[in-house]
């Protein structure tokens, strides 16, 4: 498995520090997935399509590039 980026490690290092067992993998940035109410329906999709798709807005809560 690949290294994460900082971010990630911290996600990783949280959910470890709550009990969970799970893995944290990082996609392309051009690649997003999107669960269907069950975590084996998932789907790809590019930011674009989520925003499409939920008449969403894009904002920046943290830092933005």
Same mark, same amino acid.
């Given at each position: 498995? $690949? /290294? *994460?980026?900082?971010?990630?490690?911290? *996600?990783?290092?949280? &959910?470890?520090? %709550? +009990?969970? =067992?799970?893995? *944290?993998?990082? %996609?392309?940035?051009? #690649? !997003? #997935?999107?669960?269907? +109410?069950?975590?084996?329906?998932?789907?790809? &999709? #590019? /930011?674009?399509? &989520?925003?499409?798709? #939920?008449? +969403? $807005?894009? =904002?920046?809560?943290?830092?933005? !590039?």
């Amino acid at each position: 498995m $690949q /290294p *994460v980026k900082e971010s990630a490690q911290k *996600v990783q290092a949280k &959910l470890k520090e %709550l +009990g969970y =067992a799970n893995q *944290v993998v990082e %996609l392309p940035d051009s #690649t !997003r #997935t999107a669960a269907a +109410g069950h975590p084996k329906a998932v789907f790809r &999709l #590019t /930011p674009e399509q &989520l925003v499409q798709m #939920t008449n +969403g $807005q894009v =904002a920046c809560i943290a830092s933005c !590039r």
